[in-house]
Nanobody, 118 residues
Framework: QVRLVESGGGLVQAGESLRLSCAASGMTFSGYIMGWYRQAPGKQRELVAS???????NAVDSVKGRFTISRDNAKNTVYLQMNSLKPEDTAVYYCNAKNAAAAWIMYWGQGTQVTVSV
């Protein structure tokens, strides 16, 4: 029933920008902490950024100043604005929803590929 559908991935050159979107359905969006994770080939999945319903954000040091996470609760959508992309940002990016009151309730999207060329 719960669906998280990512979009916006693609192939770009270093220094360019991309905006990812994640549309959620089948859940009470405002009750979830939303996050973006990424996984590069041969590497562990890592949390890139997260945002609470109230707008409190966190981001991994490697993307601070370049990536911005935001959400539109009216549209049940979370975004990841990625600027100044680097080749090391290349990965599959996954949307995640974690229930703020019950952390064991968690959902994942299918992922969207982001490739940054030199």
């Amino acid at each position: 029933q719960v669906r998280l559908v990512e979009s916006g991935g693609g192939l770009v050159q270093a220094g360019e920008s991309l905006r990812l979107s994640c549309a959620a359905s089948g859940m009470t969006f405002s009750g979830y902490i939303m996050g973006w994770y990424r996984q590069a080939p041969g590497k562990q999945r890592e949390l890139v950024a997260s945002i609470t319903s109230g707008g409190t954000t966190n981001a991994v040091d490697s993307v601070k100043g370049r990536f911005t996470i935001s959400r539109d609760n009216a549209k049940n959508t979370v975004y990841l604005q990625m600027n100044s992309l680097k080749p090391e940002d290349t990965a599959v990016y996954y949307c995640n929803a974690k229930n703020a009151a019950a952390a064991w309730i968690m959902y994942w999207g299918q992922g969207t590929q982001v490739t940054v060329s030199v």
